[in-house]
């Protein structure tokens, strides 16, 4: 269990924000153990007093924003610094809580303030934050300096893994030379991802949110329960607003039931004329300590509907809900996996014009910006944690599992309240036909359910349904496949055969329903042949087109969706299979349709209309 909620910084009456977005210090520890910066303590001093700094924004990955093979490349510790001014009112208010909170890093982090530590964490796709009031106030005549130190090293331990390979041998490699070494596919992409800011909150503050929601006919309804932290006797009343600020329900106390007459739920996109309907749950806190008295507001937009599978089916609401979507990354050019909201606003009007009702996370949790919009556009949301590459033996250990635990919790804290996270995904990819992983997926899931009764648990296999040892403990089978590219590559016509056998396999040995959660095929835009070859537009048109007739029989009897492998091309790690990246994207990089999109979009408006 994790000590507090990690509610998203919202401004309100009692509650503000100051963004540190921008240009920060950097500097990347080339030094030879890359321990240089631990050692010269140059957290203690500003950074340029320290050595050479260079400009970084935040957020962005480092990687790509200079012309340095040797940054883009970089494995180690990078110092991230910047001075702040606080505002003397929250200083020299003491009733005031102030916190600074970092949206990622990826992958473990350290931060000072003034010289003095205040956080750590591990895991490089979830915010942490921490109180940082008495190191502000010890002394209000110093600007507020904040560093951050990063270390993208992946290990066998961390998630996902990887391992670094000391290559020792000087006949071949220069001195003390490494790699890091993964086992998934995109770039490993480092640095500050998420926005990075400071918030109050008062003293006595309303500290996590927890709501679930139903519905019996025209009555909605929401089980909320409020934590406190700072004070022993709280009041705590909460106020349900609709989208025209009309108050619909109201309680008092921590915890309760919200009633809602003519209820709008929230639908997603195209399975009604009104999708991603939101409510405001205003919260409000009232705290006596002593002689002193504490108000503290906060508003969580919450969406009302149901989620169930059965058999054969994925319920919204009651209805059956049939995944037309993609799967995506965090990934564009210059930026890496920095949020950026060009980008963010891009990529849902693609999804739109596309008709895709739905993505999948893949492969680790997305910015909490980009859930908030699929909240409020109706987008259903697969959440994947970040375990993928999970490929070695000895990251089925328990101090991996232990760590996947921890990474569980984090998330499912941090995005329990988005009506449109439907389901979790615990890996992806995993050797789930190795003998531990029967026990660890067993471990994970049922984790995984404790803390979230409401909502199903997956992983993606590509594994042989035979041998998989997870699948038992899943509540909906999703499968990747490549066939006529990884397997019988250029060999078109086995698709049909393959996909039917696939689907077929994993229905009688588990009668669980099935998504198909990845297929795809590489294209080099622009690059055209008929008969149709490997890596042109035809062939991956073709690749689309068999599997779409497989799963219109399919889906009339299990199939429960279909994600494209991928939204958009994207960066990975050099190797003799991609040229530049992935290019699985049906856009490019630069988010232009290749011939695949414009398939997928008459399909999806199509099945929307049969299915929605
Ligand atoms: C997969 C992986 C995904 C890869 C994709 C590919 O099975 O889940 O991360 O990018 O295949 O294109 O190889």
Request: contains cysteine.
């Amino acid at each position: 269990a994790l000590d507090g909620g990690i509610l998203y910084p919202r401004e309100s009456m009692s509650r503000e924000i100051k963004e540190l977005n921008g240009l920060w210090s950097f500097r990347a520890d080339f030094s030879r153990n890359r321990k240089l910066g631990f050692e010269k303590a140059w957290f203690k001093s500003p950074l340029a007093q320290t050595g050479p700094v260079i400009d970084m924004p935040v957020p962005a990955s480092f990687n790509d924003i200079t012309q340095e093979p040797r940054l883009r490349d970089f494995i180690g510790w990078v110092w991230y610094e910047r001075e702040v001014l606080v505002p003397p009112r929250w200083v020299s208010d003491e009733s005031l809580r102030i916190v600074l909170r970092v949206g990622s890093a990826h992958y473990y982090s350290v931060v000072w303030v003034n010289g003095e530590m205040v956080a750590e964490h591990e895991g490089g796709h979830l915010p942490f934050e921490a109180d940082v009031s008495r190191v502000l106030r010890a002394d209000p005549t110093v600007p507020c300096r904040i560093t951050v130190a990063v270390n993208n090293t992946l290990t066998l331990q961390t998630l996902p893994p990887g391992t670094i390979q000391h290559m020792d041998d000087l006949t071949k490699y220069p001195a003390n030379y490494i790699v890091q070494n993964t086992n998934f596919d995109f770039f490993n992409y480092a640095g500050i991802h998420r926005p990075v800011l400071l918030y109050t909150t008062p003293k006595a503050y309303i500290d996590d949110i927890t709501v679930e929601t139903s519905f019996a006919d025209n009555i909605g309804l929401i089980n909320y329960q409020v934590s406190v932290k700072g004070s022993q006797n709280p009041a705590v009343k909460v106020m349900l607003m609709d989208k025209d600020g009309h108050c619909v329900a109201t309680a008092n106390g921590s915890s309760g039931i919200l009633k809602i007459v003519d209820v709008n739920l929230w639908w997603p996109y195209l399975m009604h004329v009104n999708p991603g309907y939101l409510y405001s749950l205003e919260v409000q806190l009232k705290a006596v300590n002593g002689s002193s008295q504490y108000e503290d507001f906060y508003t969580l937009p919450v969406g009302i509907r149901t989620v169930q599978v059965t058999k054969t089916q994925f319920l919204i609401n009651n209805k059956p809900f049939y995944f037309h979507g993609v799967n995506k990354h965090e990934d564009s050019d210059v930026r890496g996996k920095g949020l950026d909201w060009p980008l963010i606003v891009k990529d849902f009007n693609l999804l739109k014009w596309l008709g895709a009702n739905s993505f999948r996370t893949s492969h680790y949790p997305y910015a909490e910006e980009i859930l908030q919009m699929c909240d409020r556009h109706g987008i259903v949301v697969i959440d994947e944690c970040p375990g993928v590459g999970i490929k070695d033996i000895r990251s089925f250990g328990n101090a991996s599992l232990a760590h996947h635990l921890v990474v569980m919790e984090e998330l499912v804290r941090r995005d329990k309240n988005h009506a449109s996270v439907v389901m979790w995904s615990v890996a992806n990819e995993p050797a789930s036909e190795m003998p531990p992983a029967g026990l660890y997926f067993k471990t994970l899931i049922t984790h995984t359910k404790s803390l979230d009764s409401s909502r199903p648990v997956t992983f993606i296999t590509d594994s042989n349904f035979d041998r998989d040892k997870g699948a038992p403990y899943v509540d909906v089978v999703c499968v990747n496949s490549y066939f006529s590219w990884y397997h019988d590559p250029g060999h078109l016509e086995v698709i049909p055969i393959q996909l039917n056998t696939q689907f077929e396999n994993w229905y009688s040995k588990y009668q669980k329903p099935i998504i198909q959660s990845e297929y795809g095929a590489d294209v080099v835009p622009g690059l055209h042949t008929d008969p149709p070859m490997m890596f042109t537009e035809e062939y991956q048109k073709i690749v689309l087109e068999n599997y779409h007739r497989v799963f219109d029989q399919k889906r009339k009897e299990y199939v429960i969706g279909e994600l494209i492998w991928n939204f958009a091309d994207f960066m990975t790690a050099q190797t003799i299979t991609r040229v530049v990246g992935n290019k699985k994207g049906i856009f490019s990089r630069q988010r232009q349709p290749k011939t695949g999109a414009f398939i997928l979009r008459e399909r999806y408006w199509k099945l929307a209309n049969e299915t929605g």
